[in-house]
């Protein structure tokens, strides 16, 4: 997935004079191509997130479109209120791009952990939140959307799923449909997993801010009768994929993710799914 | 544009709406009006402590910006112009600002923007001491310097607000320790002001000395109490007759 945000980088820094580019002291040497083509676009700007975003606010308003990055915690959960006031609040085109949500810096410890950025990114009217899987989901949602004159949050997990599907920007995608009357609702990587259990319709949504209505009208048929409904995320179980399902279909959603508590242990990302419960066998129990 | 017509303006708006912070406005009405007198058409100002709008709001008044029904009833439900400046409502606002330590950073963007785009026009933006409290503002100062931002002009209101918290002790040697170009003025002389509002080949920053209040001698005495406070009918007359 970086290597695609590198990819994308580079052609959007070649492709519109308007971009610029970003970031808080983290993936300098793997975007090195993007400042060799545009050494007056690309800015490493330092370990100071917030006024990055600040920034990245006033280039928007002089008809720059920026894309800031970092690590998850340090834009989201430090710059918050910079993100709601400068890029919500002033609504202008700015485009964050993070690593490292949930555990994926497992073993650094809790202030590298991000276990709750979509439900924060989601708390920001006027963001659009996306989690792509993989990196042409990535590039697909990012080629779509960029222009559009909206904040956009990018989640870039360092897992990806195995399917091979297309996605579109505020579409749910149902990629097998259910033989028992449930279904599942499934953010991120955990796609696979979910895909382990036997008879429940899968449903992948890879934006979760807003969902086109077409695809409503779509999946509101699907579910109206299902049996049961269930939301997999690796997530917290707050403010995120279950909440967003359940406000846009007014419908009990059954969710299984993170529970609200530091994960405190360190190891490998595995490790720290197990802890979670979030790994493949205990996703298979909780949706047995 | 008149500096007492600008006070007058200020405390006829805090008496109408019935709130307001008068004292922040009060301090930065010589700083506005010397903004004026340089303002290029390419030019853009951020004032970074919100909460001062209503000597911005006077100033977007006597610019003919806006009526001065919008300015007294600012505000109220369903109007352009809030407690604190909001770009979506009005073209001539630059920048939504009201939370503290947000202006610098915005503005030190825009200037970088144009940089990036040879785009003409200078940058301006208005801090204030308490918000120097916030670190985003050294933040942002320092990437100012760093990138060479000399289309950066930042006014500190040195109103002391902060005597009662974290006073920040600001002189002209922390800001050229930072690499910026300095000038000490007379925040209440605009021809001070206007001598200092330009930029050679870093940013500048206007250390301006100021009186929270300035203009109403009861205000600037008692410059908490009266930091969001409204004048009765009794204390508004008094206060137009002193500002004469």
Redesign the interface.
């Known amino acids: 997935m970086r290597g695609e945000f590198a990819k994308l980088c580079l052609e959007t820094i070649k492709n519109d004079s308007k971009s610029?580019v970003m970031v808080g002291d983290i993936s300098h040497f793997l975007l090195r191509e993007t400042e060799q083509v545009a050494p007056?676009?690309f800015?490493n700007?330092?370990i100071?997130e917030?006024?990055?975003?600040?920034?990245?606010?006033?280039?928007?308003?002089?008809?720059?479109r920026?894309i800031i990055h970092t690590i998850a915690p340090f834009l989201v959960e430090r710059a918050f209120?910079?993100i709601k006031?400068?890029i919500g609040?002033?609504?202008t085109e700015v485009t964050i791009v993070t690593v490292g949500g949930t555990y994926d810096y497992s073993d650094l410890g809790c202030t590298h952990h991000c276990y709750g950025d979509i439900a924060m990114m989601r708390l920001i009217p006027n963001m659009q939140v996306f989690e792509p899987s993989t990196p042409q989901e990535f590039r697909t949602l990012f080629e779509k959307t960029w222009g559009n004159g909206l904040p956009k949050y990018f989640r870039l997990s360092k897992e990806q799923h195995s399917q091979d599907f297309k996605v579109e920007p505020e579409v749910m995608k149902v990629v097998r449909e259910s033989k028992d009357g449930r279904w599942v609702f499934v953010s991120g990587h955990i796609l696979d997993d979910v895909l382990e259990s036997p008879n429940i319709g899968v449903i992948y949504v890879p934006t979760l801010s807003s969902i086109n209505k077409e695809s409503y009208l779509k999946i509101s048929k699907i579910i109206e009768n299902a049996k049961k409904v269930y939301s997999v995320e690796n997530h917290f179980t707050i403010g995120g994929l279950g909440d967003f399902v359940s406000e846009t279909f007014n419908v009990v959603v059954n969710r299984i993710g993170l529970e609200r508590k530091f994960l405190t242990n360190y190891g490998n990302f595995s490790n720290l799914r197990r802890d979670a419960g979030m790994d493949r066998q205990s996703i298979t129990k909780k949706l047995s | 544009m008149n500096t007492k017509e600008m006070r007058r303006i200020i405390v006829q708006a805090a008496h109408h709406a019935k709130h307001g912070h008068m004292p922040s406005a009060l301090s930065l009405v010589e700083i506005l009006k010397a903004y004026s007198e340089v303002q290029q058409k390419e030019d853009e100002i951020v004032l970074s402590k919100g909460h001062g709008c209503l000597a911005l709001y006077a100033m977007l008044h006597l610019q003919g910006h806006v009526p001065l029904d919008e300015v007294l009833n600012f505000g109220k439900y369903n109007v352009k112009l809030g407690g604190h400046p909001d770009r979506n409502k009005l073209d001539q606002i630059y920048a939504s600002t009201g939370s503290l330590g947000h202006g610098l950073p915005i503005a030190v963007g825009a200037a970088m923007a144009r940089k990036i785009q040879n785009k003409k026009g200078n940058i301006f933006c208005i801090v204030g001491d308490g918000e120097a409290n916030e670190g985003s503002i050294w933040e942002s100062l320092l990437i100012a310097v760093s990138n060479k931002l000399n289309n950066l002009i930042v006014i500190i209101d040195y109103n002391k607000s902060q005597i009662r918290s974290l006073e920040p002790n600001l002189n002209t040697k922390m800001f050229k320790s930072f690499g910026c170009d300095v000038a000490l003025v007379d925040g209440h002389d605009v021809e001070q002001l206007i001598d200092s509002m330009f930029v050679f080949d870093k940013p500048k920053v206007v250390l301006a000395n100021t009186v929270k209040g300035k203009g109403v001698k009861e205000i600037e005495d008692n410059m908490f109490a009266w930091h969001h406070r409204a004048p009765t009918d009794e204390e508004y007359e008094k206060f137009i007759e002193v500002i004469g």
Do not use: K, L, T, W
């Not at chain 1, 917030?50 to 720059?64: D, K, L, T």
């Open positions: 610029v007056d676009r800015y700007i330092g100071c917030q006024s990055m975003v600040g920034m990245a606010s006033g280039m928007a308003i002089e008809g720059m920026p209120e910079q006031n400068d609040y002033q609504n």
